[in-house]
């Protein structure tokens, strides 16, 4: 998968960060490779977690369902469907998850965690001509997730599966082997949002509960 909008955190020395501070983009794009630029770097507020102190996290899935717009140059970042799709089923068939769930149907568990997550969006849009692309929202996401909400849906979109099937994996709370995983290429992660800089640390506090459903 791929990322435009990676966020990551460092522990460092109060003297070495003032030392380096003016410099420090500079000096990492000198020493990462081209595939990893780093767009801005500060200090961050107390408490602060890249990653439990995230309100929502924002993802795309980028499909051409048409062989004559399949542009070779995209090859890496874009998934190359052999059949139409459907986009008003698709995005009918995604409004079963919109909310707060267990997403055992669409996670790959792991001992000691949840997979309860809210989903704030899931819809898919036609980019350019013969191009589809997922946005999607969710406050956390459980391993493979992502790429399962989109298998099952393009299942739905080619004819294959009706509209009610992804309302009833997730409603089974077990992974299905007629669902298909999404291969991961296509897969973007766009955007990190955070609370304000006093509300990090009691963030990255909530996010660290083991989640039940009420």
């Not at 960060?17 to 020493?31: D, F, K, P, V, Y």
């Not at 809210?118 to 692309?133: K, N």
């Not at 004819?159 to 009610?164: D, T």
């Not at 009833?168 to 304000?196: I, N, S, T």
């Amino acid at each position: 998968m791929h990322a435009r909008g990676q966020v990551a955190h460092a522990d460092v020395p109060t003297e070495n960060w003032t030392a380096a501070a003016g410099s420090a983009e500079r000096r990492l794009a000198r020493l990462l490779p081209p595939s990893v630029r780093v767009t801005a770097i500060s200090a961050a507020p107390a408490g602060f977690d890249a990653r439990y102190s995230a309100l929502w996290r924002r993802y795309s899935y980028r499909v051409c369902d048409d062989p004559a717009m399949a542009d070779p140059l995209r090859r890496h970042d874009t998934l190359w469907y052999p059949s139409r799709l459907d986009i008003d089923r698709m995005n009918e068939a995604a409004k079963a998850c919109l909310g707060e769930h267990d997403f055992a149907a669409f996670c790959r568990s792991r001992p000691g965690a949840t997979t309860i997550r809210e989903l704030r969006r899931l819809v898919w849009a036609r980019a350019e001509p013969g191009v589809a692309v997922a946005t999607v929202i969710a406050d956390a996401f459980c391993h493979n997730m992502v790429r399962a909400l989109a298998g099952a849906l393009l299942q739905v979109g080619d004819g294959g599966k009706p509209v009610e099937w992804l309302g009833q994996l997730l409603a089974a709370r077990r992974r299905d082997p007629a669902a298909r995983v999404a291969p991961p290429h296509p897969l973007c992660l766009e955007e990190v949002g955070y609370p304000e800089p006093s509300a990090m640390a009691g963030q990255a506090a909530a996010a660290r509960r083991l989640r039940t459903l009420g």
